[in-house]
């Protein structure tokens, strides 16, 4: 029987926590724990200790993933770690050793504790509470916010020490928000090797990114945030868009005093714009560069700005800006996110949110704000002191991936035993048959084909790499001649594109079954700008939204009565090969 179990944090800035036997407790971001990263829910994860065999039952519970020996952790998902394992609150961080000792060793325990300068806090104890009641949200939501801190070592709510983040002088950077990790995201940032100890305009050509920092700016952990069309300036001629450089004005009154009053108690003040237009050509970068310099000198204020020209990373509602300006561009001061704070007008407001108002034109600025981690406001609500409005978030909700299994079966010829395929192994057949893989550009079919179906030895027909239907049925025919299966992965939305592979099946008198990729538009909108961010820089066929809606509007449900033996449904279960694809896949990156 173990006496004590310390939940032992690996940043001497956060306490240790120390678990009751049998006693369940929900840890997240609060003032007890020192967890101010926003992607960190308040309910992250739930925690089990049980003295008699030394384990801790960890259930997730936020949106955002845990990461446990390894692996990925998802809301309602549970395992069992003991002493020595390790986990981590973030795929990419707030990381614990789960810690226990037998009573002779208590001593030793706290000394070493000690030692190390860790803090613990500690769940009081509850009269009455049984070891298998479990406790309803309302208390859940409440446990962090009554750890107790231990007497000799209380959290007293100081800050944390301040860690670097990465030097102005550093020429790369290793990760997006992680440390001594690879990847693709990864190189999105490391390409962005600018630092912002240069006065002036800088530049980020690969990412058209332009940077501009003036003369006595000082950092801060305290950042004040903000868009800059709709949100501190308005064009003066009332037009959506401004007829020239000079076509502008301030939003409020209100503007100016607010801002200087924010620069006088202590915030740095940052800009982060989306500037497509000048890519576009309605306006120069030298022009852009004169009127943003004008709006500085009627504000009277010193900031820091981030305009994005392009399509990339650095584009909100997409986090790069707000990474380079934590790891590049604040002079190793960590930002304090519990303070910091985001306000923009695109936040998704719907007609009439206010009585005559026009719909938000996105919802990039309040996206840009949750993949951050930031409070957000609208210039109505910050400048003006308005209640909040309602808004609407995008249908497709990265943050929350449904755990389905990998395939159901909607219809078949013959009777199914079960219509739920988990396994890999039970999509597959061992006689030769085609199979038809159905969906969006977008949607995933050619990971599936080549990593379920091309290792046990499907053919792969593509149309984008033979260039023609013609060419396809062709190398369908040569694979079923040989006595091989063939996986046709093209879009084939309607039942005239299908028509030709069943009829090349029932030529070689074997089975032609379809997969439909459960795939919404909203959903391959995400997958296909999350490709692009990946393949940034290098030669690929672009999606566009013009090719994404034909298809949709061209599509036909597919039906056994087209020559198919069976048709299944393969629901969407993305993989990533690291860490920060994932974190990035899990942002909003499509700004409505």
Known sequence: MFATCVLVSDDASRPNIKLNQGEELVIGR????????RRCSKQQVKVLADFSNGTVTLTHLGPNPSKVLSKFLHSGQSIVVKDGDT???????????????????DKSVSESLSSAAYKVVQLPERDGLSTKRKRNSSEQESSCKKLATDASNGCGG??????????EKSDELSCVRADNSSGSTAKLLSKA??????????SIREQSVLLFRPDGLQHSSKIAAFDLDGTIITTKSGKVFPTDANDWKLLYPQVQTKLKGLAKDGYKIVVFTNQRGVSKGYSSEDAFKRKLQKILEQLGIKAQVYICFGVGFFRKPAPGAWRHLEAKGNGSVQINMQESFYVGDAAGRPANWEPG??????????LFALNVGLRFYTPEEFFMK?????????TFDPRNLPNLPLAEVLSSQ??????MLIEPSDLLKDEKEVVMLVGFPASGKTHFAKHYMVPKKYVHVNRDLLGSWQKCVSECEKALTSGQSVVVDNTSPDAESRKRFTAVAKKFKCDCRCFVLSCTLEQAKHNNKFRELLLQGQKHVPVTDMVLYSYRKKYQEPQ????FSEILKVNFIPQFDNPNDEMLYRQFLIDK
């Open 357 to 366: 108002r026009k719909k938000d034109f996105s919802s990039s600025d309040r």
């Open 414 to 419: 013959r009777t199914v035993e079960t219509k």
């Open 560 to 563: 056994l009565s087209e020559g």
């Open 386 to 394: 308005k209640p909040a409005a309602k808004f609407e978030l995008p």
């Open 158 to 167: 100081t800050e944390p020490s301040k860690t670097e983040l990465g030097g």
């Open 87 to 105: 986990f981590s609150l973030l795929p990419d961080g707030l990381s614990y050793i789960v810690r226990y000792e037998r009573a002779e060793h």
């Open 193 to 202: 090797s600018v630092s912002m100890s240069e006065i002036g305009w800088t």
């Open 30 to 37: 609060c003032r007890e724990t020192r967890i101010r990263d």
